[in-house]
């Protein structure tokens, strides 16, 4: 299993940035695809990014909704640390969520139902 624990997030303004990390640990040793996903309320958890250690392939968004960002999110990694990064720019007040980060052993599927791990999240609020 994968430990995972987020940090970040906060209240910002329309057209502000975020970034979010998140730290993992337990059994890393072996490729994994590390996600960030989100979840407003009263509506599905969906997948915003996620990157496979193999070789630092980052995707986004997933096959049914695409890019739910359009661009303004970039997922990226600190082997080193032990860390992955969600970097959003230009938020909007639809980006108001919980934000989870996860992880799963082997391909990067983008569905949540793929991911084994999950941290407790961290909450991004958009408003003015």
């Known amino acids: 299993a994968v430990q995972l624990v987020e940090s970040g997030g906060g209240t910002v303004q329309p057209g502000g940035s975020l970034r979010l990390s998140c730290v993992f640990s337990?059994?890393?040793?072996?490729?994994?695809?590390l996600g960030w996903f989100r979840q407003a309320p009263g509506k599905e958890r969906e997948g915003v990014a996620r990157?496979?250690?193999?070789?630092?392939?980052?995707?986004?968004?997933?096959?049914v909704k695409g890019d739910v960002m359009r661009g303004r999110a970039t997922i990226s990694r600190d082997g080193a640390k032990n860390m992955f990064y969600l970097q959003m720019n230009s938020l909007k007040p639809e980006d108001t969520a919980m934000y989870f980060c996860?992880?799963?052993?082997?391909?990067?599927?983008?569905?949540?139902?793929?991911?084994?791990?999950w941290g407790q999240g961290t909450q991004v609020t958009v408003s003015s």
């Open positions: 990157i496979d250690t193999d070789d630092d392939r980052a995707f986004y968004g997933d096959r």
């Open positions: 996860a992880a799963r052993f082997g391909v990067c599927y983008g569905a949540a139902n793929y991911f084994d791990d």
């Open positions: 337990g059994d890393i040793n072996r490729r994994l695809c």
